[in-house]
Structures are given as C-alpha cells and as structure tokens.
C-alpha cells in the first residue's frame, strides 16, 4: 500500500534553533500534503495544507512565519520550525492525498525542545 | 463550521464482545468517511471508508453509515486487546480537508 515515510521520528533541539522535519511518499504522486501537531492525548490540530509548487495555506492561528513548509514535489514536503521553543514540543505529523481512500499518515515526529 | 463529534470515552469492553463507536457530523454535502486508528504515540491508520449508505464489512470490521441521520459508526467483533486505542472518525466534504472528530479511546479488557 501507500506509504509516506517522516524523518526523523524523533528529535530534542535547543531553544532558539530551527528543525526541520521531512515526509516523502514512496511510491505514489502526493497531491497535496497536510501538516497536523497532536498534543498528549489530544486531536490531531491541521497546521496548513500545501500543494506541490504553491505556497501553504496555513489555519488560524498558526504562524507562518514560524512553521516554513515547502511542498518542492510531488514526493516531498517539509516543515521547518524556526526558532523552536518549549511550547512547540509536540507530535507532529505529516499525511497525505493520492496514495489511496482518505489520507495516508506518515509516521509521525515527536519533537522535544529543551 | 463543519464538525465531527464522537464520545471521548473511554469505552470499555470485555475481551471478544462487540465494540461500538459512533460518529455525527454537521455538513450534510459530506461525501466520504473514514476510521482511522491510533494507537498511543503512534500516527493513526486507516482501518475502513465508507462511501454510501449502509454497511461496510472487512474481517472484524463494519462500517455503518447512514447520511439521512448524519451518523456513521464502526463496529469491531471479537475484540481483543490489541484493539484498545483511539478510533478517529474522519469526514471529507470533498476538496477540502478531511474533518477529524476528536478520537474515542477504547479499552478491551481481557
């Protein structure tokens, strides 16, 4: 089946630095992708919905400027956060339009700023 | 604004009996469905979609739907520990993204 494949799965980062995380679908075309944070037991909260070679479209209250993502290609899209601090600590994942019925989720990054 | 409403639970079950998790939602041009399953820690997986009125089986599972009451439930037979996670409904209006409910934990006790 359809897989989008996140890296990295984990990651703890200083306070003031930028992380970027990475999702590649396999072996489909994505369409469009869709970045969502999930605090612990939490719903899964839609960030921004890119399509490849257009700028995201990010949802209320989420800082553009602070969450950078780039949807290059149909295979790849990624997020970037900019000058991470404690607060953005979360699980964020990534998923995807084409690979088959609904979305295909990528497995996820939990993201530890300290 | 469309919304997806499930109970939060959690909703327990003994091992082997019959789950029942159920979903409304508010946009009635929705035209998709689907549940999706989480485990702790975990990106959630889809485990069925639903397109048209009726029931949906595959293995243990069944999807119900019924867009006339605006309702869409998941039953899980058998249920075994391993089932104990979240189960996420999902609803598509169509070019938009998917709607998610915010999750009903189930617990299968052995």
């Known amino acids: 089946g359809a897989v989008v494949s996140q890296h990295p799965s984990w990651v703890i980062c200083k306070s003031g630095t930028s992380v970027k995380i990475e999702c590649r679908s396999l072996?489909?075309?994505?369409?469009?992708m869709f970045w969502y944070r999930q605090f612990p037991k939490q719903s899964l909260m839609l960030m921004a919905t890119?399509?490849?070679?257009?700028?995201?479209?990010?949802e209320q209250g989420v800082e553009k400027d602070k969450f950078l993502i780039n949807h290059a290609s149909l295979t790849l899209s990624t997020l970037t956060v900019t000058s991470a601090h404690p607060e953005d600590s979360s699980f964020y994942i990534c998923?995807?339009?084409?690979?088959?019925?609904?979305?295909?989720f990528g497995s996820g990054t939990r993201l530890t700023v300290v | 604004q469309k919304e997806v409403e499930q109970n939060s639970g959690p909703l327990s079950v003994p091992e082997g009996a019959i789950a029942s998790l159920n979903c409304t939602y508010s946009d009635r041009g929705s035209q998709s469905f689907f549940w999706y399953r989480q485990y702790s820690g975990k990106s959630p997986e889809l485990i069925m979609s639903?397109?048209?009125?009726g029931d949906k089986e595959d293995g243990r599972f069944t999807a119900q739907l019924n867009k006339a009451s605006q309702y869409v439930s998941l039953l899980i037979r058998d249920s075994q520990p391993s089932d104990s996670a979240t189960y996420l409904c999902?609803?598509?209006?169509?070019?938009?993204?998917?709607?998610f409910g915010k999750g009903t934990r189930l617990s299968v006790i052995a």
């Open positions: 890119s399509n490849e070679g257009s700028k995201a479209t990010y």
């Open positions: 998923s995807a339009t084409g690979g088959g019925p609904g979305y295909t």
């Open positions: 999902a609803v598509g209006p169509g070019n938009t993204p998917l709607v």
């Open positions: 072996d489909f075309q994505a369409t469009t």
């Open positions: 639903i397109y048209s009125n």
